[in-house]
C-alpha cells in the first residue's frame, strides 16, 4: 500500500479507564483492534501520566487505587477516506473524550526492507497546501459537520522544571482546569534534549532523572489564548506549539461538570 503523500492525522483523547461496554476491554484497546481490523495503516497509543478528562477531572496515577486513572491518546494516519470511514467507530466506541484532525504529510511509509529497496525514494519537504484540505470531506463523512476549529497547543519542558514549588506541568494543567479547557494530557518521555542542549535520559543507573515531558491542550483558539499568558511567565526554558485542528467531541454525559 503506498501512503505518501497529503494525509490525515487522527487523535483520539480518553481515559485508560473507558470501556465500551461493561465487560469489553479497555476503549483504546478497542480503537486499535477495529484500526488494524479495518485495514488501517497503523495505530500508536500514548499513555499520559497527569491531566484532566473532558469534564475537568484530574487524571493521574495513585499508589493508593488498584486502578489508574490516567489520559491515553490514540493515533492513527491514513488517507482521509479511510479516516472518515474510521470516525464511526471511534462514535461507538468513545463515550466521553474528544477527537482532532489535521494535515499529516507522510514522507516515508515502508511495510519491509523489500519495500524500501524496491522504494528507491528520495524524501523531500513538502509544499504548503490549503488548510484542512486533506481531511475527509463533509459531503462524504457528515460526522465532520460536527467538527469545530480549534487548536492543539503543545508544551515541550522537563520534568524537574518547577513553579511556585510544583512541577511545572502540573501548575499548567491547574492552571488550564482554572480556565476551563477541554482536558490536558502530560506525557513523559525516555529520553530527549531541550533548549540548553542536555540530554535527558531515563537510564537505571541515574540516581535522579530530568526527562523530557509534553502536554497537549486542545480547545478553540479563544479558551487557548487565555493560557497564553500563564505559560509566558511559568515556562522559563521550553518549547511551545501551535497546530490548527479541527476537533470531535464525545460527551455521553454533557452536565458530568
Same mark, same amino acid.
Given at each position: 500500500m503506498r501512503l505518501e503523500g497529503e494525509q490525515t492525522s487522527l487523535r483520539v483523547y480518553l481515559r485508560s479507564t473507558d470501556k465500551h461496554g461493561w465487560f469489553a476491554p479497555p476503549a483504546a484497546e478497542v480503537l486499535v483492534q477495529r484500526a488494524k481490523a479495518l485495514g488501517?495503516?497503523?495505530?500508536?497509543?500514548?499513555?499520559?501520566?497527569?491531566?484532566?478528562?473532558?469534564?475537568?477531572?484530574? #487524571?493521574?496515577?495513585?499508589?493508593?487505587? #488498584?486502578?489508574?486513572?490516567?489520559?491515553?491518546?490514540?493515533?492513527?494516519?491514513?488517507?482521509?477516506?479511510?479516516?472518515?470511514?474510521?470516525?464511526?467507530?471511534?462514535?461507538q466506541v468513545v463515550l466521553e473524550g474528544f477527537a482532532t484532525l489535521e494535515r499529516a504529510h507522510v514522507l516515508l511509509y515502508r511495510q519491509s526492507r523489500e519495500a524500501a529497496a524496491r522504494a528507491g525514494m528520495r524524501l523531500d519537504v513538502p509544499g504548503p497546501v490549503t488548510p484542512f484540505s486533506t481531511l475527509p470531506s463533509p459531503e462524504e463523512f457528515p460526522v465532520m459537520k460536527l467538527s469545530e476549529s480549534g487548536q492543539l497547543l503543545r508544551v515541550f519542558i522537563g520534568e524537574s522544571d518547577v513553579w511556585q514549588?510544583?512541577?511545572?506541568?502540573?501548575?499548567?494543567?491547574?492552571?488550564?482546569?482554572? #480556565?476551563?479547557?477541554?482536558?490536558?494530557?502530560?506525557?513523559?518521555?525516555?529520553?530527549?534534549?531541550?533548549?540548553?542542549?542536555?540530554?535527558?535520559?531515563?537510564?537505571?543507573?541515574?540516581l535522579s532523572t530530568d526527562l523530557p515531558i509534553v502536554i497537549e491542550i486542545v480547545d478553540s483558539a479563544e479558551k487557548i489564548e487565555t493560557l497564553l499568558p500563564f505559560l509566558d511567565e511559568a515556562v522559563l526554558e521550553g518549547l511551545i506549539t501551535i497546530e490548527a485542528v479541527r476537533v470531535l467531541r464525545y460527551q455521553h454525559n454533557p452536565s458530568g461538570r
Open positions: 488501517l495503516a497503523g495505530a500508536t497509543v500514548l499513555r499520559g501520566f497527569f491531566g484532566l478528562d473532558i469534564h475537568g477531572r484530574l #487524571l493521574h496515577a495513585s499508589p493508593w487505587s #488498584l486502578t489508574e486513572h490516567v489520559p491515553v491518546v490514540v493515533e492513527v494516519v491514513d488517507s482521509p477516506q479511510a479516516v472518515g470511514r474510521f470516525l464511526s467507530v471511534v462514535e514549588k510544583e512541577p511545572l506541568y502540573k501548575a499548567i494543567v491547574l492552571k488550564a482546569r482554572e #480556565l476551563r479547557l477541554a482536558g490536558a494530557t502530560v506525557l513523559r518521555g525516555p529520553m530527549g534534549f531541550g533548549a540548553n542542549s542536555r540530554v535527558h535520559t531515563s537510564k537505571l543507573l541515574e
